[in-house]
């Protein structure tokens, strides 16, 4: 079965920083990858997902994700965070064929005034 | 559109007992997923339904059951509750075309306690 591995549990960071969120896969076929944010007590959003073609994906307030099929990994970017983007991060992965979704640990970002 | 939605928020259930927790959407969504959320290990898939009358088991389905007799709801229950089952729950469902094909539209969570 796919799994997936998200490199850091938390990361800090400032106000107005870059950001990357870690995220590697692995699957022996074709996956569609997947992003989502979960703001404290609530349920998951969707950020972002790559399902086929450009391997640079936009999302929701402002972040992206590069695919790269060679290193199976599905990083996470933002070029400068807000205070609101304080929250939990999940990288998610499917095969083309199953229904089954497999979600990494999560990201715990804090972000610092 | 109300999305999707769970009932309850909050559950305190003694070891033994037994509950079932319900989902809703209102999407027309073919798939249904229930998940469990745990501290450092993200979410874990138990059953999912791919349609009315249909279920199948995930990663994590021992301890529980779940029935989808409806297209738009789709029921978790626990016969004996134990303190290994204390979790967050969430709801999940699919659409199968469109813009958000292969999106996954998430509930608010289901707060259960095991004691």
């Known amino acids: 079965a796919q799994s997936v ?13 870059p950001v990357e969120l870690r995220c590697n896969y692995s699957s022996s076929v074709s996956v569609y990858l997947f992003w989502y944010v979960q703001y404290p007590n609530q349920g998951l959003q969707l950020l972002l997902k790559y399902l086929s073609g450009s391997t640079l994906v936009k999302g929701i307030n402002g972040f992206e994700a590069e695919f790269n099929k060679s290193q199976t990994s599905f990083h996470l970017r933002k070029p400068s965070v807000h205070i609101s983007d304080t929250a939990e991060y999940f990288c998610a992965v499917t095969l083309y064929n199953n229904n089954d979704m497999r979600f990494g640990a999560g990201t715990r970002l804090t972000v610092k005034p | ?104 539209f998430f509930g608010p969570g289901t707060r259960l306690t095991v004691l």
């Open chain 1, 5 to 17: 591995t998200q490199l850091d549990s938390q990361v800090p960071v400032f106000e107005e920083a």
């Open chain 2, 1 to 104: 559109n109300a999305g999707v939605t769970q009932t309850p928020k909050f559950r305190v259930l003694k070891t033994g007992q037994s509950m079932t927790l319900l989902c809703a959407q209102d999407m027309n969504h073919e798939y249904m997923y229930w998940y469990r959320q745990d501290p450092g290990m993200g979410l874990r898939l138990i059953h999912y339904s791919v349609g009315e009358g249909t279920t199948a088991k995930g990663e994590v389905p021992d301890g529980y059951n779940v029935s989808r007799l409806k297209k738009q709801n789709f029921l978790l229950g626990l016969e004996s509750a134990a303190p290994s089952q204390t979790s967050v729950y969430f709801c999940a469902s699919k659409g199968v075309s469109g813009k958000a094909y292969n999106e996954q």
